[in-house]
């Protein structure tokens, strides 16, 4: 998942504004302005690309980075509101995987013409290239991605973890040091990860279709695995406030036995143990990785997908070159860029089998692996209001074991799905 940091939403929109009191810098000679918005990664990764693939344009554009806020919640009512307003100032826009399809419907960004599309997608994985996919058409260039890993201690679990979420649960309740299952319960999209995971790992899907939800056994089989850890002896006593990074500390502190999370679990603990902590560095000797856990022994898993993706403004005024920038903003130079830079996963499936990518995730191919065969979450205009409806909920996590969880889910997502969506 992305990690951005700098500027509040007030800074974001004041800079919005400004950039549209100079939209006239176009006119004239040279190359083409393309402003791109998108949140700040720590490396500076996305303007060293804003300014490799300005570099290869060879005069075509130049690509000027717009930074928005911090929070994700605040990049995407920043955009909602500018977009919204058809704001021409926007050529290229940084969304995280879930708004694809959300902006797509609203009309806000354009379907990439099909030639482009071919090449931005060629060697792409799957479960990337579906994230920015609406109705059949491409929508975005994904430029990196995300998925999870099961994280566990080898000096205290004895033997092999369980494959299964419930042999999990059985397996850290029953040990005497680190008896934790760490995993964000937090009423907030975390929760909605974990659920539409575990719904795809089952082999079902919250939705039937854009506005139809599915109530199958899956459904009711994760609502049930929530519940079960929820009130289990591995659930964290801080479960319904926890976010990765809070899991994160918690196991990186000896606390856990076990973690489900993103792999920037891993530069993070091993960060601290070149700092000198001596749990984190015990932690980093210790540390295993497997596959995102399966629901039932005889189903593979599909584990969660994250990443941004770049989507080119409907009211761009250079909507020709706003295509070849995204589409360069999403080639195998950029996100090398990214990854070397802020250590995000590829899409591009040839880029795990470089060295330097294995060295920054000795476990790259779990994540390929994972991107390839992982479940996105559901395509849908109202993906804001679906997302609001399953985390408030779920969290806190015990009340997915309440005999009326599922009717209430029921009925929560139901009136998430008859609102208008984005706005």
Same mark, same amino acid.
């Given at each position: 998942?992305?990690? !951005?940091?700098?500027?509040?939403? @007030?800074?974001?929109?004041?800079?919005?504004?400004?950039?549209?009191?100079?939209?006239?810098?176009?006119?004239?000679?040279?190359?083409?302005?393309?402003?791109?918005?998108?949140?700040?990664?720590?490396?500076?990764?996305?303007?060293?690309?804003?300014?490799?693939?300005?570099?290869?344009?060879?005069?075509?554009?130049? %690509?000027?980075?717009?930074?928005?806020? #911090? #929070?994700?919640? *605040?990049?995407?009512?920043?955009?909602?509101?500018?977009?919204?307003?058809?704001?021409?100032?926007?050529?290229?826009?940084?969304?995280? !995987?879930?708004?694809?399809?959300?902006?797509?419907?609203?009309? +806000? %960004?354009?379907?990439?013409?099909?030639?482009?599309?071919?090449?931005? /997608?060629?060697?792409?994985?799957? $479960?990337?290239?579906? /994230?920015?996919?609406?109705?059949?058409?491409?929508?975005?260039?994904?430029?990196?991605?995300?998925?999870?890993?099961? +994280?566990?201690?080898?000096?205290? !679990?004895?033997?092999?973890?369980?494959?299964?979420?419930?042999?999990?649960?059985?397996?850290?309740?029953?040990?005497?040091?680190?008896?934790?299952?760490?995993?964000?319960?937090?009423?907030?999209?975390?929760?909605?990860?974990?659920?539409?995971?575990?719904?795809?790992?089952?082999?079902?899907?919250?939705?039937?279709?854009?506005?139809?939800?599915?109530?199958?056994?899956?459904?009711?089989?994760?609502?049930?695995?929530?519940?079960?850890?929820?009130?289990?002896?591995?659930?964290?006593?801080?479960?319904?406030?926890?976010?990765?990074?809070?899991?994160?500390?918690?196991?990186?502190?000896?606390?856990?036995?076990?973690?489900?999370?993103?792999?920037?679990?891993?530069?993070?603990? &091993?960060?601290?143990?070149?700092?000198?902590? *001596? @749990?984190?560095?015990?932690?980093?000797?210790?540390?295993? +990785?497997?596959?995102?856990?399966?629901?039932?022994?005889?189903?593979?898993?599909?584990?969660?997908?994250?990443?941004? #993706? +770049?989507?080119?403004?409907?009211?761009? &005024?250079?909507?020709?070159?706003?295509?070849?920038?995204?589409?360069?903003?999403?080639?195998?130079?950029?996100?090398?860029?990214?990854?070397?830079?802020?250590?995000?996963?590829?899409?591009?499936?040839?880029?795990?089998?470089?060295?330097?990518?294995?060295?920054?995730?000795?476990? *790259?191919?779990? %994540?390929?692996?994972?991107?390839?065969?992982? $479940?996105?979450?559901?395509? @849908?205009?109202?993906?804001?209001?679906?997302?609001?409806?399953?985390?408030?909920?779920?969290?806190?996590? !015990?009340?997915?074991?309440?005999?009326?969880?599922?009717?209430?889910?029921?009925?929560?997502?139901?009136?998430?799905?008859? *609102?208008?969506?984005?706005?």
């Amino acid at each position: 998942m992305l990690r !951005v940091i700098a500027g509040s939403l @007030t800074a974001a929109l004041a800079a919005l504004a400004l950039s549209a009191c100079g939209s006239d810098e176009n006119s004239g000679a040279g190359p083409v302005t393309i402003n791109m918005w998108a949140g700040t990664q720590p490396g500076g990764s996305f303007q060293q690309a804003a300014k490799d693939c300005s570099d290869a344009s060879n005069g075509a554009f130049r %690509i000027q980075f717009n930074a928005l806020a #911090n #929070n994700p919640d *605040a990049q995407r009512q920043a955009l909602v509101r500018r977009l919204a307003a058809k704001d021409d100032s926007i050529d290229i826009v940084g969304m995280d !995987v879930v708004w694809t399809s959300e902006f797509a419907e609203a009309g +806000w %960004i354009e379907a990439f013409p099909e030639e482009i599309a071919s090449r931005v /997608t060629e060697g792409m994985l799957e $479960g990337p290239v579906q /994230t920015a996919t609406y109705e059949d058409r491409l929508y975005g260039a994904p430029g990196n991605s995300n998925t999870q890993l099961l +994280w566990y201690r080898k000096d205290l !679990v004895d033997g092999d973890p369980a494959r299964t979420w419930s042999g999990l649960i059985k397996q850290a309740s029953e040990l005497e040091e680190g008896g934790r299952l760490e995993i964000a319960g937090a009423a907030a999209e975390n929760t909605t990860v974990w659920f539409n995971a575990l719904v795809e790992s089952g082999g079902g899907s919250i939705l039937k279709g854009p506005r139809e939800p599915n109530f199958d056994e899956p459904v009711q089989e994760a609502v049930r695995i929530i519940g079960e850890l929820a009130t289990s002896r591995a659930a964290d006593p801080s479960l319904a406030q926890q976010k990765e990074d809070q899991n994160r500390l918690a196991f990186q502190s000896g606390q856990a036995a076990f973690m489900v999370n993103w792999p920037f679990v891993y530069p993070s603990i &091993k960060g601290a143990a070149e700092d000198g902590d *001596a @749990t984190a560095k015990k932690v980093l000797d210790n540390l295993g +990785w497997l596959p995102y856990p399966q629901v039932t022994e005889d189903r593979e898993a599909k584990g969660p997908i994250g990443g941004f #993706n +770049w989507g080119v403004s409907s009211y761009s &005024k250079n909507p020709d070159e706003a295509f070849d920038a995204a589409a360069c903003l999403a080639s195998e130079k950029s996100q090398k860029t990214y990854l070397e830079l802020d250590g995000v996963a590829p899409t591009i499936s040839s880029i795990y089998e470089d060295e330097a990518t294995k060295e920054i995730y000795p476990f *790259a191919s779990l %994540i390929r692996e994972g991107l390839e065969k992982g $479940g996105p979450r559901p395509a @849908t205009p109202a993906y804001s209001d679906v997302s609001l409806a399953i985390y408030s909920t779920l969290s806190p996590p !015990v009340n997915a074991s309440k005999p009326n969880a599922i009717e209430e889910l029921r009925k929560n997502l139901d009136k998430a799905l008859s *609102a208008d969506g984005v706005l």
